[in-house]
Structure formats: structure tokens, C-alpha cells
């Protein structure tokens, strides 16, 4: 089982990224994004399910994420707080809690100045 994420760079805040996360070795039921900051705990951003039926967002970012079937991220009007590393996982059940995530990617820095 693999999962690896990519798309991180550095943008202007205001700006868009797109993350991709590519998942392969078995199927999950759901696959989650996640990010942690320098001295902050790790956070939820969002998540869907396998057939799409279900999407999930952290309070943070309603509004200006995007998760789709592809398990892309899409980050519009980024903000400095978004800055973190970024980290796709994926879940055997439907879910938002990190620690029902069972496999998870390497991360990839978002860095968003300002």
C-alpha cells in the first residue's frame, strides 16, 4: 500500500494550489487530507469517500477547499495560516478522525506568504 502526495510549493497568499494524492496497492473506503503546522497539532482539512457519496471539510477551510473523486486537493484563497505539511491518508471506514486512518503518505509543504 502506497499513498504519495504532491503539488506543495510556495504561493502568494490569495493564491491556488492544486494537491495531488495518488493511492495505490488496495482500495479504500475513504481518503482524508490532513496538515500540521510547526508546533500545532495535526489537523483535519478534508476528506471523501470512495464513490464520492460523502465529503467532508475542517472548519478552516469550508468554502475555499475542494476535495475531489481524484483525491486532488484544490486550495483557493489561500491564507499564511494554511501554511503546514500537508498529508493524504486513507481509511477503511467513513471517517474524520486521524487516528482511524490506517495508511498515510509522505507530506508535501504549502507555504503561503503574505
Known amino acids: 500500500v502506497q499513498l504519495q502526495a504532491s503539488g506543495g510549493g510556495l504561493v502568494q497568499a490569495g493564491g491556488s494550489l492544486r494537491l495531488s494524492c495518488t493511492a495505490s496497492g488496495r482500495t479504500f473506503r475513504m481518503v482524508g487530507w490532513f496538515r500540521q503546522a510547526p508546533g500545532k497539532e495535526r489537523e483535519f482539512v478534508a476528506a471523501i469517500g470512495r464513490f464520492g457519496d460523502v465529503t467532508y471539510y475542517g472548519d478552516s477551510v469550508k468554502g475555499r477547499f475542494t476535495i475531489s473523486r481524484d483525491n486532488a486537493l484544490q486550495m483557493n484563497s489561500l491564507k499564511p495560516e494554511d501554511t503546514a505539511v500537508y498529508y493524504c491518508?486513507?481509511?477503511?471506514?467513513?471517517?474524520?478522525?486521524?487516528?482511524?486512518?490506517?495508511?498515510w503518505g509522505k507530506g508535501t509543504q504549502v507555504t503561503v506568504s503574505s
Open positions: 491518508a486513507a481509511a477503511s471506514r467513513i471517517t474524520t478522525r486521524d487516528r482511524d486512518y490506517n495508511y
